[in-house]
């Protein structure tokens, strides 16, 4: 914890941040795989459907910075590296898995409104 | 509800899109401010703070595309338009409201956490 006073301005823009971070859909889904139990590299990428192995990387990176993971690099040959949700991760989980569950659960709806929404509506340019 | 049957494939895919765009901070941040009551559009480009008029309006459309909210636009001069959330998008808000709100009970941890990791981790570039 930080004790130095911090305005408003700057607490604001620092949740902004954490937001666009744990709001990625990546990040999202590589919380959820971790779930259960600790995943090699190898593992994640391909639970992970459609995700590079750069965009990977990133975002594990990232998570791991954060404290919602850690990476722990085995000295074998080949190289294994496994990464597992920390305490704070899993705090995170309830969250994630609530929004995953509402886009799921809504998913034929949305479909059906986006396809009604592109038959009345013509490009417009205003807000 | 779309009667067709789909393969887990596409509604993976669905729900990744799903989640691509309400995971997006300007979306979590712009429901969030809809929760209490209906807001013009000058009035929500005032609350959320650092989003440019152009991703604003783009947001809103995604969101009233999606049926999250509504766009009403009343014939005045100057022209009024108002957004509301939809009933759907009030069902997104509860887990909305607990990701932020996860954001900013742990945003101290996560900025100290960041502060650790880049004074012990040189930049790297393998997983």
């Known amino acids: 914890m930080t004790a130095e006073p911090e305005s408003d301005e700057q607490a ?5 941040q954490i937001l666009a971070l744990i709001g990625d859909k990546w990040s999202i889904l590589v919380v959820g795989h971790l779930r259960d139990r600790t ?16 965009m990977l990387t990133l975002t594990l990176r990232q998570l791991e910075r954060d404290g919602l993971l850690t990476r722990t690099a085995h000295p074998t040959v080949p190289p294994r590296v496994d990464y597992a949700l ?16 509402w886009a799921n659960i809504h998913r034929p709806t949305i479909i059906d409104n986006r396809c009604r ?8 340019t205003q807000a």
Request: aromatic share 4%; proline share 7%; glycine share 6%.
């Open 86 to 101: 920390t305490p704070l991760g899993t705090t995170l989980l309830d969250s994630v898995v609530a929004l995953a569950e």
């Open 12 to 16: 604001c823009r620092q949740v902004l």
């Open 117 to 124: 929404y592109d038959a009345t509506h013509p490009p417009r």
């Open 39 to 54: 995943l090699r590299f190898g593992e994640l990428h391909r639970a992970v459907t459609g995700i590079s192995q750069r």
